[in-house]
């Protein structure tokens, strides 16, 4: 007997968390093998999306692009670490996600922009690392319009700085940014906070929340973290019976949950009892058009 279809559905997507090119075909052939083989129902639906999946990304994996900088996008969200070259990007990005990537005290240790998946608030958060920015870099110089047109697709930025340096090479690649007419929600990194406390950062920038952050201190680290996931402005919705949340944009209501599980759920979707923010006392039954809270719990009541 397999097991239920929405369960079924998130085992694979986190099978293919990651993967891309040949690996990710071969991973969805694999899946694709495992499925029964129901021409109607919940599970026809998924066999019908694994194969477009694998028609996607086969055809993806035949187009080359030599000198392409686009970053597939993966994750409930995209935030863009965006600094000077030599401000910490790399040891933060690895230190939040596990990636392993060359570091170096020197600047331009990275040439291409290097995404990266990583579980913030619960959620996959894919973090992307642009490589430094120099003054000029909206008119081209350092292939900096390449990389503006990477961060052109994030949902948010996170100015990188050293906290000891001086803000001038921050101001320069804020000014970059907004040359390039790109405006997303942003919050300022202080990095290598273990030399400095970054204090003058947030004096020169007192429009931006200013974290300091250490890669060696788990408790920076932590409030970083913290700061980014409200940068996505998503809304964690969790299921009475699943530990992980679904992830949302702003307004969610209880019939975009349940439609999030299954069309057929949306479409007999009488409500749903409640935990949570939204909810005056635990187990609430509210109705589809209730709308949700950030860590909000709900069960959905459907149409026998």
Known sequence: MPMPHRTQMQVIKRRLVGKTGSERI?????????????????YADIRKWVESELVQTATRNRVTHRDSLAVRREGAAQIALVGPPNAGKSSLLQALSNIQIKTGD????TTRPVPALTRIGGVLVQLVEIPGLIEGAAE????????????????????????????????????EVSAAKIERPAAIAATKRDETDGRQLAAAFPQFQVVAVSVLDDESLDRLRDTIWRLT?????????????LAFSPPVTVVDVADAIHNELGSCCLGARVWGP??????????????????????????R
Do not use: W
């Open 106 to 109: 020197y600047p331009f240790t």
């Open 26 to 42: 071969r991973e969805l052939r694999s899946i694709l093998g495992e499925l029964p083989g129901y021409k109607n129902g919940p």
């Open 140 to 175: 081209g110089r350092g292939r900096g319009r390449r990389f503006l047109g990477v961060l052109r697709g994030a949902d948010a930025i996170l100015f990188c700085h050293d906290a000891g340096a001086p803000v001038a090479a921050l101001e320069a690649v804020m000014h």
């Open 233 to 245: 402005g998503l809304v964690r919705v969790y299921l009475r019976d699943d530990e992980e949340p």
């Open 278 to 303: 939204s909810a005056r006392f635990d187990g609430q039954k509210l109705g589809p058009s209730h709308v949700l809270q950030d860590g909000d719990t709900v069960e959905i009541l459907a149409a």
